[in-house]
Structure formats: C-alpha cells, structure tokens
C-alpha cells in the first residue's frame, strides 16, 4: 500500500513539473559563454526599428574527407598535386546538404520570419559554415 501511494505521488509530482515545462522541438546544440555578463545592465527594451543579425550554421558535408584531399594536392606523387582548389569549389565540396539549407529556411519562414528578410549565403562572407542570414 505504502509502495502505490509513493508511486501515485511521485506520478503526480512528474505530471506537474511535465506541465510547468511545455515541450519544444527545438534542441541547443551548442551554447556559448557570456564573458563580460557582469558588466551587461539591460536598461530598455531596442527600438522596433532595430535590426539584428542572426547566422544560423548548418552541418557540412564531407568533413570527414577534409585531410584526404588536402594531402591528395600536397602530395608530390600525387597527380593532382599543386591543383590547388578555388572558393568556390570548397564552398561546394562542403556545403550542407540542400534539404538542411530548405528545411531551415521553411522553419524560419513558418516561425514567422518572412522570406524576403532572409538571406542565404555559401561560404564567404561566413567562413566555414553555410549560413543564413536574417536580420530580423
């Protein structure tokens, strides 16, 4: 008797905190430490005018190959060797797979970003990583 009670309790207690924290399909990956946190005071809310950047990166492809084809242009034995590649083609080589670059551009445009605002970019000017840009 004593074992149910505890179990119906602790089963309500979970219940509860399980409805205090509503779930969300977003996941952090990667979190970054505020370094001058102290010295931060927030005063006022920005103006609505007020335009702020965000890049949002994405997994590159093939990374697991990067040192291969480095060496197979730094091997001198090598016939591709000195056939150093262009921008563009390591943008390419690397870049995320298309479905991640559309399936983030459809989460930012159904989360209520309009499409206009966004802006996709490969490469530079947002070394390494495949960013979009929206200055919402």
Not at 51 to 60: A, E, I, T
Request: hydrophobic letters at 40%; glycine letters at 6%.
């Amino acid at each position: 008797m004593k074992v149910s009670l505890i179990s119906l309790l602790a089963s309500a207690g979970l219940q509860l905190v399980v409805e205090a924290f509503p779930s969300t399909r977003h996941v952090v990956h990667e979190k970054r430490g505020v370094q001058h946190q102290s010295v931060w005071k927030r005063h006022s809310r920005a103006p609505v005018s007020q335009v702020l950047p965000m890049k949002v990166g994405l997994k590159q492809r093939n990374l697991e190959f990067a040192e291969q084809y480095i060496m197979d242009v730094a091997d001198p034995t090598s016939p591709n060797y000195g056939k150093h590649w262009s921008a563009e083609k390591v943008a390419k080589t690397f870049a995320p797979a298309p479905e991640s670059s559309d399936e983030t551009l459809e989460w930012l445009v159904g989360s209520g970003i309009s499409r206009d605002r966004l802006r996709h970019s490969v490469g530079m000017p947002c070394p390494p990583k495949v960013c979009i840009v929206c200055p919402c």
